[in-house]
């Protein structure tokens, strides 16, 4: 069985509203947001192998 899979696109939205008394807010350089966004591709290549292998061996 053959799975290709051509592009991948995931959005996510994080925190939703922020609580009435929270006044303090961070905001991300580049660089880190350049390290998250590789960080959760490397995640999902890895369960993406992870599922591929299961299907191979059944």
């Known amino acids: 069985m053959t ?3 051509r592009q991948m696109l995931i959005r996510s ?3 939703g509203e922020a609580d009435a ?3 303090y807010e ?3 350089s580049a660089d880190e947001i350049a390290r998250l966004k ?3 591709i490397a995640e ?7 599922k591929l292998r299961e299907a191979r061996e059944r």
């Open 26 to 28: 961070r905001r991300l």
């Open 44 to 50: 999902c290549r890895e369960w993406l192998d992870e």
């Open 3 to 5: 799975i290709e899979v």
């Open 13 to 15: 939205t994080v925190g």
């Open 38 to 40: 590789e960080e959760v």
């Open 21 to 23: 008394g929270a006044s």
